[in-house]
């Protein structure tokens, strides 16, 4: 399992090591007020035994991935917390329950099974197995659906959501700073969709988390579709759906299980289950098939794209294009320039510049000036792989950093080349490099590009489930996220010289 | 006696963890648990080139000359001049952060820059031959590659997570831009950069504990490397008579162990080991000093050709000093850098004494 490089070096990923132990205090509920002893029962569970000799057996103590997350301690084997709570078995077994449901005319026990699948995913699978990208996504749904799951979506639909969001909280954000109404220090705005940056700026960088967008990622945009919107068309409880989100990356798997995406009423959570592009590859591949030799079906109507197009990209990188579209939002809101956003990625003319920092593919500066006075009016930067991002945050700290805004990913290249993607048959670091540039060029060649406006299905969503506009104070709360700054614990026992 | 102590320098407050000569040869900085740097002088320059000195070490003939009242929080783990001029100094500390020292001839040692990024402590930093790199490592197991970008500021160019627990120490080959770093997780790892990007080439696996330190050759051809398992290792490099000639595919034959100095070559923890600046003939490789947890300060030959191992290499023990810190665990050894000087070594201990010998063969 392979967390992005801000994940690991927060310790996520560590073993206890031998001197270290879990600190978290677990809580046991003590079952009688009276005196009692616990002993070992013959079958090796704990049992709280009363004076009176009546035995209860207890609940074995669990530390989940949540403990884990807001806890400043070890993180314990997070690997097997993990495999147990997000993985692709997790997904057989609720796939499997609802056959034997529907055998015994359980119906009260069924639930509808949600998958949004990532684009990013689509364009590795596409890249290994020679697919277009729209092929490689269509495979995966008849899979799908052949398996039992009733819903597929793509997640390039909700980033839609997230791509509106972004751009209007930058704008706003903006001509607050202009009217001089900021109370505190916010920009540059750092883009805030990759979980693996999320957990590291809580964990080390608790002082920028101002600067973070507080839009919720597409992952977690689409959770709240599924179970709001979805759940009321449906008329179900957002209990009685099991919604799967398939990513590029194994830090979404942290993302998911953050308390702020957990529904306390109905005590369910928007995402379940994350698994990674490798791990539904290997679930076709347990299930006795292959990539090559499956069938084709469509993606789910409610939450695609539009028309026959059905699945479409935003213009930008496998980051998800969110410099483009904030850039291409506010040049026209703040200016009233129109800057389509596929020519932000390949700018010609029109006072844009893209240039690459030190001659880095991974950290660019995209500026917007004006075309006659020659003013800078927008100055915008991507920051991929852990390197750019760790030079930003000390720019940032030290008041050098003037960017606007930055589209910022843990992963070196971005999201296309996440932690959970396939991995070539070669591994020598040229070929990995290799391989990551090919399945970029993969997602960009992918569908053909689409601004959010243009995404009718979400237009119709819209119409139906925020009537109001995106700015109102219900849709922020479905649509804004917050970060909580993790204290740090130091533990004088654990100095090893 | 051919191992003659030449100064005892007294004055930090708490163990002293480690040593670097100023480039020139004529200077020594200290670190120390006191969250201190010390800079160390001859009272007389000309006693670097003397031959002889009096049986017992004569107070005043090594004087302090300065001092860094560092800003780090807690206890300075390593210390390093730049290597070309000598004008700055590195710190790294258990507070996690490195700090860039530059010498003002009005306000003293002046912090030009402090880099953070490791999560907790900072075990080691080392410059580049060239002085345009930095390498930095730590507790967090990570390995951090930093570029000069001018006014004494550096822009981090790689993060390197690859050893599975604590980074002991990190230093660079003399001539080529490669890194070798030890760990806790018993192995060596050797990195490379190619288009822009860090890779670790090799894994050097053999020691049985934790690698505390290494040291390479001057000519590069070597690495020796010590350990909690007691042994010191020599590994051979691949030829290295011009860039291009090496390659660095990973498990490829090069980095032979090429001689092991057997278990109980200290009888603890060996921290520390320094690879002599003496100019090499045909058979004689220079001289690798080493000192521990045995409180023992122990010199070998090194020799070419004549050696039993397949290599032709072979280290013969020359010097054995027990006690070389009293009662306490040597943490650094130091050999000078330069060749007119090779005669000199500088250890520190938890003594919080910084000791300057005088070794002739």
Known sequence: MSFSGGVRLTDLNDFIAPSQ???KPVEVKKTSATKSTVEIGSDGGYYEVTKEGS????????????????????????????????????????????????????????????????????????????????KAGMRLAKFLKTAGVDFVFDSAFSRDLSLMASA?????????????????????ILSSWCPGWICYAEKTHPEILPYISKVKSPQQIMGVLVKTYLAQSLGCSPDKIYHV??????????????????????????????????????????????????????????????????????????????????????????????IPADSIANPAGSGLKRTLVR?????QEITLSHPQTGEQLLRFATVYGFRHLQNMVRKLKTGRCSYDYVEVAACPGACGNGGGQLRPPETSPKS????????????????????????????????????????????????????????QATNGLGVKW | MTLILVAELEGHKDRVWQLSWHPSGERLASCSGDRTVRIWAPSD???????SFPEKPAPGAWKALDQIESTHKRTVRSVAYEPTTGKQIATASFDGTTSIWEYDEYQGYECEATLEGHENEVKCVSWSPSGQLLATCGRDKSVWIWEAVGGGDFDCISVLMEHTHDVKFVTWHPTEEILASVSYDNTVRIWKEDDDDWYCTKILEGHTSTVWSADFSPDGSYLVTVSDDLTVKFWKAP????????????????????????AQAHTRPIYSVSWSHHASDSGNHGLVATGGGDNTLRIFKTVLNGGRDKTGFEATLVEELKNAHGQYDINCVKWNPCQKYSCWLATAGDDGVVRIWYYTA
């Open chain 1, 21 to 23: 132990e879990c600190i």
């Open chain 1, 55 to 134: 035995a209860t057996k207890l609940e074995e103590a669990q530390v989940t991935l949540n403990d884990c997350l807001a806890c400043s301690g070890c993180v314990t084997s997070a690997e097997t917390i993990l495999i147990a709570m997000q993985s692709h078995e997790e997904l057989i077994s609720v796939l499997k329950a609802n056959v034997l449901a529907k055998r015994e005319q359980r119906n009260s026990d069924l639930r509808t099974v949600v998958v949004t699948i990532s684009p990013q995913t689509r364009a590795s699978i596409a890249r290994k197995y020679n697919l277009t990208t729209t």
């Open chain 1, 168 to 188: 209007k909280e930058f704008v706003d954000l903006y001509r607050n700073r202009q009217v001089g109404s900021l109370s505190e220090q916010t920009f540059p």
């Open chain 1, 245 to 338: 989100s398939v990513m590029p990356c194994y830090d979404k798997k942290l993302e998911a299980s953050r308390s702020d995406f957990y529904n306390d009423m109905y005590r369910t959570r928007d995402v379940d289950c994350v698994i990674t592009t490798g791990e539904i590859e290997r679930m076709i591949v347990e299930a006795g098939s292959s990539v090559q030799d499956l069938d084709e079906q469509s993606f789910d109507g409610q939450f695609c794209g539009q028309g026959d197009l059905n699945l479409a990209r935003s213009a930008g990188s496998s980051a998800g294009g969110y410099l483009e579209y904030v850039m291409s939002y506010a040049a026209s809101a703040l200016f009233g320039m129109t």
């Open chain 1, 359 to 363: 001659n880095h593919p991974d950290h």
């Open chain 1, 432 to 487: 990995l490099k290799e391989w990551a540039n090919s399945v970029e060029n993969t997602y960009k060649a992918s569908e053909p590009c689409q601004t959010p406006e243009e995404n009718l299905a979400l237009a119709e969503v819209l119409s139906n489930w925020l009537p109001q506009g995106i700015d109102q104070p219900w849709p922020k709360k479905v649509l804004f996220t917050s970060y909580h700054a993790v204290q």
């Open chain 2, 45 to 51: 320059p000309g006693l670097l080139s003397a031959d």
């Open chain 2, 239 to 262: 030829s290295v008579k011009t860039s291009s000639e090496i390659e660095f595919v990973p498990d490829s034959g090069s980095w032979d162990l090429a001689y092991t100095v057997p």
